[in-house]
C-alpha cells in the first residue's frame, strides 16, 4: 500500500509540471501583454506620454523583461511555497483573493455533487430493477432531455420565470447573500445562503443526473447478473434484501471513484454559472481574471484546480482499492 | 433429400451475400426508431446549413428583370452590387419577376425600426436588439455552429488517434511520457483554459475550432490506446510486423480499422459537446464573432433583454438543444449498434 501511494505521489509531479507549463505558455505568448493593457487602463495617461522608458519601467516591475524561460523558473520556484504572486489589477496577493472565492465555489460544487448523487442513486437503482419496463423508458427519456439542455440556457430561463422576469419573484439572481445579511444570526445566514445558491445550484446539478444514473443503472444491471446473486435467490431471501443487501453495495463502487472526474467539469461549469448568478467564486474570479488578462490569477486557477483535480482522482483510486478487495495495488494501471 | 440439398445450397448462398461489418452495423442501428429520427433531425440540419443562402437572405433566388434572368444568391452581378432587392421589387414592371428565399432577411441586415420586436408575420422568430431577423440568424448559425462542431471533433480525432495509436502500439516509456500528457489535459479545467485561450488570441470562427479541438481529444486518444494495447499482442499483428510491415503501416491498415467504430461514436458525442462548447461560449461573448450569427449570440442578448425578449430565449435555446440531443442519440444509437451486449446501458 504505500509504495503504492509513494508511486502514485512521485506521478503527480510530472502531471503538474505539465500543468504548469502549459498554462504558463498560452497566456504568456499570447498577443497583448498585461503592460500595454496596465498602461491603457492606467489612470488617464494619454497615449503619446507613454514614453518607451514608462514601458520598459512597468515591464520591470512585473518581472517581464527578461526571457520567458527564466520568468517561468521564478514563478514555479514561487508557486512551490504557494506564493502566487500579485493580481495585476488590484496589487493583492492571489493566494488571498483565492482563499476567500474557494470555499464559495467548493460548497456549490460539494451541495451540487451530493444532491447529484442523492437523487440519481435511487433513480438508477429503480430503473435497473424496472429495466426495459415503462418507469424505466419514461425516466432514461426524461433524463436524456435533460441531459441535452444547456446549462447556461437553463439559468436564463429560470431567472426569466422565477427571478423577477414577468413572472414570479421567488429567488434572487445576485450574489450569494443578502445585503447586510453580514449581521444575521447564523442560522438566518445560513438560510439567506441556500435561498441565493438555489437557482445557481440547480444548473449546476441537473445536467450530471442523466449521467451518473445511467451509471449506476449500468453498473446494478451488471451485478444483477452475478451467480451470487442467484444464490440469494434461491435460499429464498426477499428481492428488498437482494437489492439492498446484495447487490447494491456491489454496484456502489464504480460511482463512489467517478466522483473524480465530475470535479475539473465543475470548476468549468462554474465559469457559466457563477458568472451569470454573479457569484464570487473561483468561476468568476477566473471569468474576471480572462478579462483583464490578468496572468497571475488564470494560472493560480489552473494549478490549483488542475491540483484539486488530481487530488481527488488519487483519492478515489485509492478508494476503490480499499472498498474492492479484488483490486490489488499493483496490478492496476 | 432434396430439402437437404436446397437447404445447403441456401446457407451457401447466405454465406456468400455475408454482410459487411458496417452493413451490419447499420442494420441494428435501423431497429432503434429514435436513433433513426435523430439522424433525420440531423440530415435536416445539414441540409438548413448547406443551403442556408437558399432559405435565408436578402437576395432574390430568381430575378426577371428587363426580360433579362439573374440569379443573385449564386451569382455576383455587376449591376447589382449596391443594389436594394426590396426597392427593386416595388418596381417591378410588367412581366418581371422576383423570387425571394422564404426568410427575406439576411442574418446581419438590421432595420432599427424594429428593434426587439417579437414574432409577427414579417419576423416570424422576432427580431433581435439591432433589429435582425432572429429567424434568418438560427439558420445561418446552424452553418456556423456544424461547421465547428465537425471540425473541431475532427481535429480531436486526428491528435487523440495519433497520440493513442502512439502510446499503445509503442508502450513502455513512450507510452508513458504520452500517459502522462493525458493526465494533464483530463485535470485541466477545460472550459476555463478554451476561455483562457480565446481571450489572447482574436476570436475567430477558426479559432474556435482549433481551441475545442486541441482540448478535446482525451477521449479518442484514450480509447485507442486501449485498443492498441490490446491488438498488438494478437499474432496477426505480429505477423504484419515479421512480414516486414513499416510501423506506420501497421497501425494504420491492421490497427486502426479495429478502433475505428468506437472512435466514431465517441465523435458523435463529440460533435454534441463541441456544439454546445461553442454556444456557450458565444454566450459570454468569447465565440463567434460579430456580426456573424451564431445560436449562443443571439441567446446572449437575452440576457440583457430578460425581462421581454422570451423569443430570444426560446428559439436558440431550442435549436441547440435540438442539435445536442440529435447527435446524443445517434451517438447512443450507434454505440448500442456496435457493442448490442451493452444495449441500454446508457452513457
Known sequence: ?333 | MNVQVADGAQALEGYQKSRGYWATVWMEFKKDRVALAALGVILLLFFVAVFDDFIAGSKPLVLKLDGKIYFPVLFEYKEFIDTDFKEVSENLKKGDFILFPPVKYSPTEYDLLSVLSPPSKTHLFGTDDRGRDVLSRMIHGTRISLSIGFIAVGIAIVIGASLGAIAGYYGGAVDFIISRFFEVMITFPVFFLILTILAFRNPSIYNIMIVIGVTSWTGVARLVRGEFLRLRKYDYIEAAIALGSRDLRVMLRHMLPNALAPVLVTATFGIAGAVLVESALSFLGFGVPPPDPSWGEVLSQSERYVDFAWWLVLFPGAAIFMTVTAFNLVGEGFRDAIDPKRKGRGF
Open chain 1, 1 to 333: 500500500m504505500r509504495t503504492y501511494i509513494i508511486k502514485r505521489l512521485l506521478l503527480l509531479i510530472p502531471t503538474l509540471f505539465g500543468i504548469t507549463l502549459i498554462t504558463f505558455f498560452v497566456v504568456q505568448l499570447a498577443p497583448g501583454n498585461p503592460v500595454s493593457r496596465k498602461l491603457q487602463v492606467g489612470e488617464g495617461i494619454k497615449a503619446e506620454t507613454i514614453t518607451q522608458d514608462i514601458v520598459e519601467q512597468t515591464k520591470k516591475l512585473y518581472g517581464l523583461d527578461k526571457p520567458i524561460y527564466v520568468r517561468y523558473w521564478i514563478w514555479v520556484k514561487q508557486i512551490a511555497t504557494l506564493n502566487f504572486g500579485r493580481s495585476y489589477t488590484d496589487h493583492r496577493l492571489v493566494i488571498q483573493k483565492i482563499e476567500e472565492k474557494l470555499p464559495i465555489t467548493l460548497a456549490l460544487n460539494i451541495i451540487s455533487i451530493f444532491l447529484v448523487y442523492t437523487i440519481s442513486i435511487p433513480l438508477g437503482v429503480y430503473s435497473a430493477v424496472k429495466q426495459g419496463g415503462v418507469q424505466d423508458r419514461v425516466i432514461t427519456f426524461f433524463l436524456f432531455v435533460l441531459y441535452s439542455i444547456p446549462s447556461f440556457w437553463l439559468a436564463v430561463v429560470l431567472i426569466y420565470f422565477l427571478g423577477g422576469g414577468e413572472f414570479w419573484d421567488v429567488f434572487p439572481i445576485y450574489g450569494i447573500l443578502s445585503p447586510g445579511a453580514e449581521n444575521f444570526p447564523f442560522y438566518k445566514k445560513a438560510l439567506d445562503f441556500l435561498w441565493h445558491i438555489t437557482l445557481p445550484v440547480i444548473c449546476l446539478t441537473y445536467g450530471d443526473l442523466a449521467y451518473l444514473s445511467r451509471y449506476q443503472r449500468g453498473s446494478l444491471l451488471e451485478v444483477l447478473n452475478e451467480d451470487f446473486l442467484r444464490t440469494a435467490r434461491a435460499k429464498g431471501l426477499p428481492e428488498s434484501k437482494v437489492i439492498f443487501k446484495h447487490a447494491l453495495r456491489n454496484a456502489l463502487i464504480p460511482i463512489v471513484t467517478i466522483i473524480a472526474s465530475i470535479l475539473p467539469a465543475a470548476i468549468g461549469g462554474s465559469v457559466i454559472i457563477e458568472s451569470i448568478f454573479s457569484i464570487p467564486g473561483i468561476g468568476k474570479l477566473g471569468f474576471d481574471a480572462v478579462l483583464s488578462r490578468d496572468y497571475p490569477v488564470i494560472m493560480a486557477i489552473a494549478t490549483i484546480s488542475a491540483f484539486l483535480t488530481l487530488a481527488g482522482i488519487l483519492i478515489s483510486d485509492l478508494v476503490y482499492v480499499l472498498v474492492d478487495p479484488r483490486i490489488s495495488f499493483e496490478g492496476r494501471k
